[in-house]
Protein backbone atom coordinates (compact mmCIF):
# COMPACT_ATOMS: atom_id res chain seq x y z
CA UNK A 1 0.00 0.00 0.00
CA UNK A 2 2.85 2.28 0.78
CA UNK A 3 4.15 0.98 -2.45
CA UNK A 4 1.12 2.84 -4.34
CA UNK A 5 0.70 6.11 -2.35
CA UNK A 6 4.76 6.66 -3.02
CA UNK A 7 3.54 6.17 -6.81
CA UNK A 8 0.77 8.60 -7.10
CA UNK A 9 2.87 11.05 -5.09
CA UNK A 10 5.86 10.49 -7.64
CA UNK A 11 3.33 10.46 -10.51
CA UNK A 12 1.69 13.55 -9.27
CA UNK A 13 4.75 15.04 -8.66
CA UNK A 14 6.22 15.13 -11.70
CA UNK A 15 2.97 15.72 -13.86
CA UNK A 16 3.00 19.39 -11.51
CA UNK A 17 6.69 19.99 -12.68
CA UNK A 18 5.82 19.19 -16.72
CA UNK A 19 2.38 21.41 -16.17
CA UNK A 20 5.01 24.20 -14.79
CA UNK A 21 7.46 23.78 -17.40
CA UNK A 22 5.43 24.85 -20.38
CA UNK A 23 7.10 28.76 -20.04
CA UNK A 24 9.98 29.06 -20.89
CA UNK A 25 10.87 31.68 -18.63
CA UNK A 26 13.79 32.43 -20.60
CA UNK A 27 11.46 34.17 -23.32
CA UNK A 28 10.57 36.48 -20.67
CA UNK A 29 13.46 38.16 -20.18
CA UNK A 30 13.50 41.77 -21.14
CA UNK A 31 11.78 45.21 -20.98
CA UNK A 32 7.57 45.24 -22.04
CA UNK A 33 5.67 47.65 -22.64
CA UNK A 34 1.70 47.64 -22.78
CA UNK A 35 -0.59 49.07 -26.02
CA UNK A 36 -2.75 50.64 -23.22
CA UNK A 37 -2.59 52.78 -19.90
CA UNK A 38 -1.02 49.74 -17.71
CA UNK A 39 2.19 48.96 -16.06
CA UNK A 40 5.62 48.55 -17.67
CA UNK A 41 7.51 45.48 -16.94
CA UNK A 42 10.90 44.22 -16.77
CA UNK A 43 11.72 40.86 -16.36
CA UNK A 44 15.22 39.34 -15.14
CA UNK A 45 16.99 36.03 -13.68
CA UNK A 46 18.73 37.14 -10.12
CA UNK A 47 22.33 35.55 -9.03
CA UNK A 48 20.17 32.46 -8.31
CA UNK A 49 18.70 31.87 -11.94
CA UNK A 50 15.05 32.49 -10.45
CA UNK A 51 12.71 34.78 -12.71
CA UNK A 52 12.33 38.36 -11.01
CA UNK A 53 9.88 40.70 -12.32
CA UNK A 54 9.57 44.59 -11.49
CA UNK A 55 6.51 46.21 -12.71
CA UNK A 56 5.48 50.51 -12.46
CA UNK A 57 2.77 52.07 -13.88
CA UNK A 58 2.97 53.71 -17.12
CA UNK A 59 0.46 56.45 -15.53
CA UNK A 60 2.94 57.99 -12.88
CA UNK A 61 6.11 55.76 -12.95
CA UNK A 62 4.67 54.12 -9.27
CA UNK A 63 6.35 50.30 -8.90
CA UNK A 64 3.77 47.57 -7.65
CA UNK A 65 4.52 45.23 -4.98
CA UNK A 66 4.40 41.60 -5.93
CA UNK A 67 2.77 39.49 -3.83
CA UNK A 68 2.96 36.57 -6.22
CA UNK A 69 4.02 34.97 -9.33
CA UNK A 70 4.01 31.45 -10.94
CA UNK A 71 3.19 29.42 -14.02
CA UNK A 72 0.29 27.76 -14.14
CA UNK A 73 0.15 25.54 -17.28
CA UNK A 74 1.35 27.72 -20.33
CA UNK A 75 0.60 30.65 -18.20
CA UNK A 76 2.12 32.92 -15.88
CA UNK A 77 0.21 34.39 -13.14
CA UNK A 78 1.45 37.48 -11.19
CA UNK A 79 -0.23 38.79 -8.52
CA UNK A 80 0.61 42.34 -7.43
CA UNK A 81 -0.09 45.87 -5.22
CA UNK A 82 -0.46 49.43 -5.60
CA UNK A 83 0.23 50.47 -2.17
CA UNK A 84 -0.21 54.07 -3.00
CA UNK A 85 -4.23 53.52 -4.54
CA UNK A 86 -4.54 50.54 -1.85
CA UNK A 87 -5.49 48.05 -5.01
CA UNK A 88 -4.31 44.53 -6.10
CA UNK A 89 -4.59 42.64 -9.33
CA UNK A 90 -3.83 39.47 -10.98
CA UNK A 91 -2.49 39.50 -14.19
CA UNK A 92 -2.44 35.99 -16.35
CA UNK A 93 0.07 36.67 -19.06
CA UNK A 94 0.50 34.11 -22.22
CA UNK A 95 2.33 34.16 -25.37
CA UNK A 96 0.66 35.17 -28.47
CA UNK A 97 4.70 35.06 -30.24
CA UNK A 98 7.99 35.67 -29.01
CA UNK A 99 7.44 39.33 -28.35
CA UNK A 100 3.68 39.53 -27.44
CA UNK A 101 2.23 39.00 -24.37
CA UNK A 102 -1.48 38.86 -23.52
CA UNK A 103 -2.73 39.62 -20.25
CA UNK A 104 -6.09 39.00 -18.30
CA UNK A 105 -6.67 41.42 -15.96
CA UNK A 106 -8.73 40.82 -12.66
CA UNK A 107 -8.60 43.59 -10.10
CA UNK A 108 -10.37 47.15 -9.61
CA UNK A 109 -10.35 47.59 -13.52
CA UNK A 110 -10.80 43.90 -15.45
CA UNK A 111 -9.64 43.88 -19.22
CA UNK A 112 -7.01 42.60 -21.80
CA UNK A 113 -3.47 44.30 -22.26
CA UNK A 114 -1.18 43.46 -25.07
CA UNK A 115 2.60 44.15 -24.15
CA UNK A 116 5.18 44.22 -26.71
CA UNK A 117 8.99 43.21 -25.95
CA UNK A 118 11.13 46.03 -26.37
CA UNK A 119 14.37 44.62 -25.75
Known amino acids: MKKVFLIIGIALFSFNVFAQSKVNINNLIGY ?3 NRHATQMVFWKDVKNQLQVVEFSTVDGVPLR ?3 MKIVNNTLVIKSICDEKNWST ?3 YTFIDDNTLECI ?6 GTIVYTRVK
Request: hydrophobic share 35%; proline share 13%; aromatic share 6%.
Open 66 to 68: LLS
Open 32 to 34: WEP
Open 90 to 92: ECS
Open 105 to 110: VKGPVN
